[in-house]
C-alpha cells in the first residue's frame, strides 16, 4: 500500500474499493486501487466498456464516496470531507472534460467557459475566457451556442472551460469518443498542447489506445483491479 | 464569487434559453390574474359600493329628532366632505276638504350625494333621473298621494301658511329605501322653503339628517373620529346599516368575484408547481456541473434562491403591469353600466400581485427548487442521478401555508377559503389516487393493442408517477373550470332567479283587519295573486331571558336601533316558502297554542339571541313573553312578505294587529291601485319597482364583473393544460427519436401521442366532473345558499372537453418533436 504523498504528486489513491449491495450480494467494481500521480503527468486509464473506469474517475476527483481505502488530492485525504469541502477543493483547481461535452445549453461559448471563472471569483472572466476560447482557436465563434457549433467545436469549448482557471488536475472521461478520428485528433492536440502549456496533471479515461498512447503512463482497468501496461 | 451577480446572469441566460418561460409565464399569468381580479375586483366593488351607498343618498348619514349641531358640521367641513341636509317631519295636507297624513321632506341644494332622483312630470309619463330639485314654490310629491286628495300635476297645494305647486311626481328618491316602510305619502320642498310655512315649532316631530359624502379615506377619518365624539340622540348610519336587500345583493357579488380570484389563484398555483417540477428537472445537469467546478451545495443553493427569487420579482412586475392593463380594458367595457365613474385604481392590487408571485414561488416552487443544491455532482457520469425528490411533508406544509395565506386573504371569508384549500387537496388526493388506479389498469391493456394504441398506453404506463402528475394537474386544471363555469351559468342564474321577474313590486300595508277580504276580493278581481294578507303586530323586545335590553348593551348601530325602536312581528301556522329553518324546529299544529317564537337568524346573531331563551316584547302596553323555538334564514332578496319574529297563534293571536301584502303589479294595471287607494284610504300602498330595478343592476353588474373575470381563470386554465404537457417533454423528446430512429412512421407517431393525451384528458375530465359536482353542491348549498341540482351535460362537457381539449393541445404541443431529425435529439444525448 502506498504510504505517502506529497506536493509533487497532486494525486493518490491506496487501496481504493468501491462496491455496491445488490439482491445478489455485494459488487465489486474496484477492488485495492492504488494510483500515484505525479505533477504535470499524463495518465491514460483503459479498459473496456463497464470495467469502472468512469467510477474511478470519479472517485479521484471527489465526486463520489470510496467504500474503502484513501484518496489524497493535492496532499488532502478526500475521506475527511464533506462534499461541500471536496467541492471547495476542486473549485479553480481541478478541471472535466466529459465524453458528452456537459456545456450548458443556454449559455453562449464564452459564457460556458466563464463559468468556473465567476465561481472562483475571477476578476475578468470574460477576458481570461476570450483568452483561452482564442487558445482553443474558437475567437470567432465566442457569442455561438453550443446547438450552433459542431461536435467539435464544443468539445474545443469544453477543453477551454475546463483550462481556463488553470486547474492543477484535469479529469478528462473519453473526450473524444463522441467524435469522428479527424475531428477527435484535432481536440486529443488541443488537450495535449493546453495540459503541457499549463503543466496540468491529466487523468484521462479512454478506451482509445491511440490517445493514451499520447499520455506518459497507461494503466489498465480490469475486473476491477488496476495494471499498468505489460 | 458574488452569488447575486452569477445568479443575474444565469437567470438572464436561461431566459434566452427558454429554461424559464414556462415557469415565468405560469407566474406572470398568476399575477396578472391575481392584480387584474384585484384592481378590477377593487374597482367594481367600490363602484358598486359607491352605487350602494345611493340607499342613504350618501356615505354616512346623521339622523337626529335636534338640529345636527355645529361641530359635527365643522368636523365634515374640515375633511373637506361634501354634505347636504334634510329635514323630515310629519303634516296634513288639505285639499277640497279632504285631508291627507303626509311626511314632507326638505332638502338643501346640494342633495342628493349619491344616486339621483327619478321623476315623471306627468301621471303617464316616463319617469327620469334628474340632476335638480324643487325650484323655490315647487312641490314634488309621490303618485299615490293625487288619488287620496284628487290633485294633479299642476295644482296648488297648502303646506301650512305657504302654496305651493305640484311639478312632479317623485318616482324614486335614493335614500327613501332605507325608510322604505314609512306609511304617510312623500311630499317634497326645498329646505330653505320650511320655515314660511310656520309648521315647524318647538314641539314637532322634525327629524334632522346631516348627509355626508367623500373619498373612503375622508370617510373613515370621520367615522374615526365621530365614534370618539359623545352624540346623545345622534345616530350615524352607513351602508352597512342599509336595506338588507341590497346589503346581501352586494355580499353575494363580493362572494362571487372574490371565488373566481380565487379560482384563478388555484390554477397558477397548480401551474407553478407543475412548471417547477420541470425546471427542477432541468436544471439538474447545471447544479451537479457547478458542483463538480466547486461550488458548494450552499453557494448552488444561493444560486438558485436568487435567480428563483429574481425572476419572482420581474415576472410579478411582469404580472402586475399586464393585471393593470387588462382591468383597464375590462372597465372600458363595462364603466359604462355604472351610474357614476368607476374609482381610480389603488396601489394595492400591485403590491398584493408582487406579494402573490412571491407567495406562490415560495409556496411551490421553493422547496423543489432549494433540492437542486442536493444533486450528486457524479451526474456528470451517471446521468440517472437527478435531483433528490423534495420531502412530501415540507412541500405540502409550504404549500399549504402559502396557498392558506393567499386564499385567506384574498378571499377575506375563511370559511370559504378553508373550502376551497380543503377541495383541493381532497381533490388532489382523489385525482393521484384514481389516476394511479387508472394508470395500473391500463397497463395490461398494452399486451393486448396493437401499433399506435401500444405506443400510446406504453407511454402513459411508463412513469407512472408523471402520468399521475399530469392527470392531477390536468385534472384539477379542469376541475376548477367546471366549478366555475357552473357558479357563473348555474349559481349567477339561481341569484337572479332569487329575484324574478315578476317578484312582488306592490306593499299594501297598514290594512285593516276588517278589510282584508275586501283588499283581498279587489286584488283577485284584477287578477292579481297574492299570498297574503299577513297579520302586522308592532313590537319592542324588551328582555332577553329576564334581561332587560338597552341601546348600551350594544356596540353595532344595527342592534342599538333594533334594541330602541319597534319593530314587526307577525304569527303563522306555517313556514314561508322563502324561510328556512336552521336550528330547532317548527311547530305542529298541535303547538300552536304554546308560546314559542321563530326568530330570524341575523337578528338572532345581531342581539345575541340563544336559541331556547326567553323574549319579551312590549306591543301596544302589553307585555308577552315566550320561548325561541327555531332560527330562521330568510330569503329578504325575494321581496316577499317576511318578519324577524314570528309566534305561534296561541301568543300572539289576541295582540292588535294591522295586515300587510305584497304583490306582483303589471305597469298595465296601475288603476287598480289607484281604485284599492280609494276604496280603502287608510291602506298604504308602496312602490318598490325602484328599489327592485336597483337591487336588479347590482346583480346585472355582478354578473357581467364575474363573467369577464372567468376569461382570466380560462387563461390560467390554460397555462395548467401547457404546464401538465410539457412535464412529460422531456420524456417525450428521447422516446420520440428513439422510435423514429427504429422505423416507427411520422403518422403512427402521431396517432400515438394524440392517443396518450387524450387518454389522459378524457380520464382527467370524468374525474373532474365528479370532483366538481361534489365542490359546486358545497358551494351552493352552504356558501351561496342556493338550490343545486346535478348537471349531466357538465359530465359530457367534462369527460369529451378534457379528451379533445388535451388531446389536441398536447399534439400539437408535440408538434416540432415530430418534425425534429431524431439524430439532433440523440446527438444532444
Known amino acids: 500500500m502506498l504510504q505517502t504523498s506529497s506536493n509533487q504528486h497532486p494525486v493518490t489513491a491506496s487501496g481504493l474499493m468501491k462496491f455496491v449491495e445488490t439482491s445478489e450480494g455485494r459488487l465489486e467494481i474496484l477492488q485495492r486501487i492504488d494510483l500515484q500521480v505525479a505533477s504535470g503527468e499524463a495518465v491514460a486509464i483503459l479498459g473496456a466498456s463497464g470495467s469502472g473506469k468512469s467510477t474511478l474517475l470519479g472517485l479521484l476527483a471527489g465526486l463520489d464516496e470510496a467504500s474503502k481505502g484513501e484518496v489524497r488530492l493535492f496532499d488532502t485525504p478526500l475521506s475527511g470531507l464533506d462534499e461541500d469541502g471536496r467541492a471547495a477543493l476542486r473549485a479553480g483547481k481541478v478541471g472535466f472534460v466529459f465524453q458528452s461535452f456537459q456545456l450548458l445549453s443556454g449559455m453562449t461559448a464564452l459564457e460556458n467557459v466563464m463559468l468556473p471563472l465567476e465561481l472562483t471569483g475571477h476578476d475578468s472572466p470574460d477576458q481570461a475566457a476570450a483568452e483561452t476560447l482564442s487558445q482553443a482557436g474558437l475567437a470567432q465563434r465566442l457569442h455561438h451556442y453550443p446547438s450552433q457549433l459542431s461536435g467539435g467545436e464544443q468539445q474545443r469549448v469544453a477543453l477551454a472551460r475546463a483550462f481556463a482557471p488553470g486547474p492543477k488536475v484535469l479529469f478528462a472521461d473519453e473526450p473524444t469518443a463522441n467524435l469522428d478520428p479527424h475531428t477527435g485528433e484535432r481536440v486529443a492536440e488541443l488537450l495535449f498542447r493546453l495540459q503541457r502549456h499549463n503543466g496540468t496533471v491529466l487523468i484521462l479515461v479512454t478506451h482509445d489506445e491511440m490517445l493514451a498512447r499520447r499520455c506518459d503512463r497507461r494503466l489498465y482497468l480490469r475486473e476491477g483491479r488496476l495494471e499498468a501496461e505489460a | ?829
Open chain 2, 1 to 829: 464569487m458574488n452569488p447575486f451577480s452569477l445568479a443575474l446572469r444565469l437567470l438572464r441566460r436561461d431566459w434566452r434559453a427558454g429554461e424559464l418561460r414556462l415557469l415565468a409565464t405560469a407566474l406572470v399569468i398568476a399575477v396578472a390574474s391575481v392584480t387584474s381580479v384585484g384592481f378590477f375586483t377593487d374597482r367594481v366593488e367600490r363602484a358598486m359600493e359607491r352605487q350602494a351607498t345611493e340607499v342613504l343618498a350618501a356615505d354616512l348619514r346623521l339622523e337626529s329628532n335636534q338640529p345636527i349641531t355645529e361641530s359635527l358640521i365643522e368636523a365634515a367641513d374640515q375633511r373637506l366632505l361634501r354634505r347636504a341636509q334634510t329635514l323630515s317631519f310629519p303634516s296634513v295636507m288639505l285639499n277640497n276638504g279632504a285631508t291627507q297624513l303626509v311626511q314632507v321632506k326638505a332638502v338643501s341644494d346640494t342633495y342628493p350625494l349619491r344616486g339621483r332622483m327619478r321623476v315623471r312630470d306627468s301621471v303617464s309619463g316616463e319617469d327620469h333621473a334628474t340632476e335638480s330639485l324643487p325650484q323655490p314654490g315647487e312641490a314634488w310629491l309621490e303618485e299615490r298621494l293625487l288619488p287620496l286628495l284628487d290633485l294633479h300635476i299642476g295644482d296648488t297645494i297648502k303646506l301650512g301658511q305657504s302654496p305651493f305647486r305640484i311639478a312632479r311626481i317623485i318616482s324614486y328618491e335614493p335614500d327613501r329605501s332605507a325608510n322604505l316602510f314609512q306609511l304617510a305619502p312623500r311630499v317634497m320642498i326645498r329646505l330653505d322653503e320650511v320655515d314660511k310655512t310656520g309648521l315647524l315649532g318647538p314641539a314637532s316631530r322634525v327629524r334632522h339628517y346631516l348627509l355626508l359624502a367623500g373619498s373612503p379615506s375622508q370617510m373613515s377619518d370621520y367615522r374615526q373620529w365621530i365614534e370618539t365624539q359623545s352624540r346623545p340622540g345622534i345616530q350615524v348610519e352607513d351602508i352597512r346599516a342599509a336595506r338588507p336587500e341590497l346589503r346581501i345583493a352586494l355580499e353575494r357579488g363580493g362572494r362571487f368575484l372574490r371565488l373566481a380570484a380565487s379560482t384563478a389563484i388555484l390554477l397558477c398555483v397548480v401551474a407553478v408547481a407543475l412548471s417547477s417540477r420541470r425546471f427542477v428537472e432541468r436544471q439538474s445537469d447545471t447544479s451537479a456541473l457547478l458542483r463538480c467546478l466547486g461550488a458548494s451545495s450552499r453557494d448552488v443553493g444561493r444560486i438558485f434562491l436568487l435567480r428563483l427569487l429574481s425572476l419572482g420579482v420581474i415576472a410579478s412586475l411582469a404580472g402586475s403591469l399586464l393585471g393593470l392593463a387588462a382591468q383597464a380594458v375590462l372597465v372600458e367595457l363595462i364603466g359604462h353600466w355604472f351610474t357614476s365613474r368607476i374609482p381610480a385604481p389603488s396601489a394595492w392590487p400591485l403590491l398584493s400581485g408582487l406579494a402573490t408571485g412571491i407567495l406562490v414561488l415560495i409556496g411551490f416552487s421553493l422547496p423543489s427548487v432549494l433540492r437542486l443544491s442536493e444533486v450528486p455532482p457524479l451526474r456528470v457520469f451517471r446521468r440517472h442521478l437527478g435531483t433528490p425528490p423534495v420531502s412530501y411533508r415540507l412541500f405540502l406544509a409550504t404549500a399549504l401555508i402559502s396557498l392558506g395565506a393567499l386564499l385567506m386573504w384574498q378571499i377575506g371569508d375563511d370559511r370559504l377559503a378553508f373550502q376551497l384549500i380543503g377541495g383541493l387537496l381532497a381533490g388532489m388526493a382523489i385525482l393521484l389516487l384514481v389516476s394511479r388506479l387508472l394508470v395500473h389498469l391500463l397497463t395490461p391493456l398494452r399486451n393486448r393493442t396493437a401499433g399506435s394504441w401500444r405506443y400510446g398506453l406504453a407511454s402513459l404506463s411508463r412513469n407512472p408517477t408523471t402520468t399521475s402528475i399530469q392527470m392531477t394537474g390536468f385534472g384539477l386544471g379542469i376541475t376548477v373550470l367546471l366549478v366555475l363555469a357552473m357558479v357563473r351559468v348555474d349559481l349567477l342564474s339561481n341569484w337572479r332567479n332569487a329575484l324574478p321577474k315578476e317578484s312582488p313590486n306592490q306593499f299594501l300595508i297598514n290594512i285593516q283587519p276588517g278589510e282584508v277580504e275586501s283588499v283581498r276580493n279587489l286584488l283577485a278581481e284584477g287578477g292579481i295573486e297574492t299570498g297574503g294578507p299577513y297579520p302586522m303586530i308592532r313590537g319592542r323586545l324588551i328582555s332577553i331571558d329576564d334581561r332587560r335590553i338597552s341601546e348600551n348593551d350594544y356596540r353595532s348601530p344595527r342592534a342599538q336601533r333594533l334594541a330602541t325602536r319597534d319593530f314587526n312581528l307577525s304569527l303563522a301556522t306555517e313556514i314561508q316558502s322563502d324561510n328556512k329553518i336552521l336550528a330547532g324546529r317548527w311547530w305542529s299544529e298541535s303547538e300552536w297554542h304554546e308560546p314559542w317564537f321563530s326568530v330570524e337568524q341575523g337578528l338572532a346573531e345581531t342581539l345575541g339571541i340563544p336559541l331556547g331563551s326567553q323574549l319579551a316584547f312590549e306591543v301596544a302596553g302589553q307585555r308577552i313573553s315566550g320561548r325561541v323555538e327555531n332560527f330562521r334564514s330568510v330569503q329578504w332578496d325575494s321581496f316577499n312578505v317576511n318578519f324577524f319574529v314570528i309566534g305561534t297563534p296561541g301568543l300572539m293571536a289576541d295582540l292588535p294587529a294591522t295586515y300587510i301584502t305584497s304583490f306582483y303589479l303589471p305597469p298595465e294595471k296601475r288603476e287598480l291601485l289607484h281604485r284599492l287607494i280609494q276604496a280603502h284610504p287608510s291602506v298604504t300602498a308602496l312602490d318598490v319597482t325602484a328599489l327592485m330595478q336597483q337591487v336588479r343592476a347590482i346583480m346585472d353588474r355582478g354578473t357581467l364583473a364575474v363573467e369577464s373575470v372567468f376569461l382570466f381563470t380560462v387563461a390560467a386554465g390554460l397555462i395548467v393544460l401547457y404546464a401538465g404537457i410539457q412535464a412529460s417533454h422531456e420524456l417525450r423528446v428521447q422516446e420520440t427519436a428513439i422510435l423514429r430512429t427504429l422505423g416507427l412512421s411520422r403518422r403512427r407517431l402521431v396517432v400515438s401521442v394524440l392517443l396518450e393525451f387524450t387518454l389522459l384528458g378524457g380520464l382527467a375530465g370524468l374525474i373532474s366532473a365528479a370532483l366538481a359536482s361534489a365542490i359546486s353542491y358545497s358551494l351552493a348549498t352552504s356558501v351561496f345558499e342556493l338550490p343545486w341540482s346535478i348537471d349531466p351535460a357538465m359530465w359530457g362537457i367534462a369527460l369529451f372537453g378534457g379528451a379533445a381539449g388535451v388531446g389536441l393541445a398536447g399534439t400539437l404541443a408535440s408538434w416540432r418533436l415530430f418534425n425534429t431529425p431524431p439524430m439532433t435529439v440523440l446527438k444532444k444525448a
